[in-house]
């Protein structure tokens, strides 16, 4: 629950730090404006609150890793969601307007997890987790909106060390296999879930992992 609350509160002031020019920039989301990207970062928010009190004695049907449901189709933003994203968040205007809004929700988001217990059952997406499993698999959510909120930015920090090292291995334990040594977490996040391609020599050292990319992640 520390890795979520450091990986949500940097993504948070990453986004409070914008200047409105940024918000016009493509983001790592495919289709996806930096503004798009927010306004799915706020509609994340309201789904943290919503589940943490939605909670039931039902027994848990998926962990923080197996919450995740994976494909190797990247997504093109065709996606009828994805387009009403982009509409809700061009309807915004202001990027002050989107600033507020995710850190009025994005706030009590982050303190209802404080709050929350983790051991405590709760319902997201018809299935059954504890609180804290559900708030670990966000750290993943984060931390990957992070890397998709700097793609084509300079000077905005990154995602915190502690939420990247997490992130990566749970992409290892969905995956089934772990990435080279030698890559650094944030390019095994990035070449694993497709975000961008190997190189000719991170394609060598993956050997046939290669062919398994990407795990998109969902």
């Known amino acids: 629950m520390d890795d979520f609350s450091r990986s949500w509160s940097a993504l948070r002031a990453a986004v409070a730090g914008l200047d409105d020019d ?38 848990p049907t998926r962990d923080a890793i197996t919450y995740w449901d994976v494909t190797d189709t990247p997504p093109t933003g065709d996606d009828p969601l994805d387009k009403l994203t982009v509409r809700l968040a061009a309807a915004y205007e202001d990027p002050y307007l989107l600033k507020f809004h ?4 994005g706030s009590a988001a982050g ?3 404080e709050l929350a217990d983790p051991a405590q059952r709760v319902i997201t997406r018809d299935e059954v ?3 804290g499993d ?6 993943l959510e984060w931390t990957l909106h992070h890397l998709d909120l700097i793609a084509h930015l300079e000077g905005v920090p990154g995602p915190p060390a502690e939420g990247l090292a ?10 089934g296999a772990a ?5 650094s977490d944030e390019t ?15 394609k060598e050292e993956l050997g046939e992992a290669a062919g398994r990319l990407p795990f998109v992640v969902g």
């Open 22 to 59: 940024a918000f016009a920039e493509p983001s790592g989301c495919s289709g996806w404006l930096v503004r798009d990207l927010v306004c799915h970062l706020i509609v994340d928010a309201q789904d943290v609150l919503i589940t943490l009190v939605t909670p039931t004695d039902r027994p």
């Open 102 to 105: 995710l850190d009025d929700v």
């Open 111 to 113: 303190r209802a997890a």
């Open 129 to 131: 987790m504890t609180t």
């Open 134 to 139: 559900y708030l670990s698999a966000y750290v």
């Open 166 to 175: 997490r992130s990566r291995e749970m992409l290892e334990k969905i995956a």
């Open 179 to 183: 990435f080279p040594a030698s890559f």
């Open 188 to 202: 095994a996040l990035l070449v694993g879930t497709g975000r961008r391609a190997p190189t000719a020599s991170e």
